[in-house]
């Protein structure tokens, strides 16, 4: 089971009231791949914080854009590639300023300046939020 001892977990009748879907919403989600909770040894689905961000994530694009269920599999799928592409940037950035201070050379003014990680899939993330 994938989760943080801290994280909250959530069956999915509770799932289904907080976010106003049917539990078979649910369960169509997974079956298409778009959403992955862990499950119990007696196979209860427990969706994670993570899930539920997913999917609200999920319901703002079908709700709030009209997007269908392939549309929102290839924008999960993109979503997914630009983190992965962000944390190999951001593994090769820290690993270039690791070489210079072993080399005793000053980091550029402008990457003094840049925020450490988020960078523009958080702010993605946070302009899809408010639509």
């Known amino acids: 089971m994938r989760h943080d001892s801290k994280a909250g977990l959530y069956m999915i009748g509770v799932v289904a009231t907080r976010y106003e879907i049917h539990p078979q919403t649910l369960r169509l989600y997974e079956r298409e791949g778009l959403l992955r909770p862990s499950r119990t040894d007696g196979k209860t689905r427990l969706y994670s914080d993570d899930d539920m961000e997913r999917l609200e994530f999920i319901l703002n694009l079908t709700r709030e854009l009209g997007v269908n269920l392939a549309g929102v599999d290839v924008i999960l799928n993109l979503r997914d590639q630009m983190n992965n592409l962000q ?45």
Do not use: D, F, W
């Open 87 to 131: 944390e190999n940037m951001q593994t090769t950035l820290e690993q270039y300023e690791s070489l210079l201070r072993l080399h005793n050379i000053e980091l550029p003014e402008s990457r003094k300046k840049m925020p450490a990680s988020g960078g523009l899939v958080k702010l993605y993330k946070q302009g899809l939020r408010k639509i």
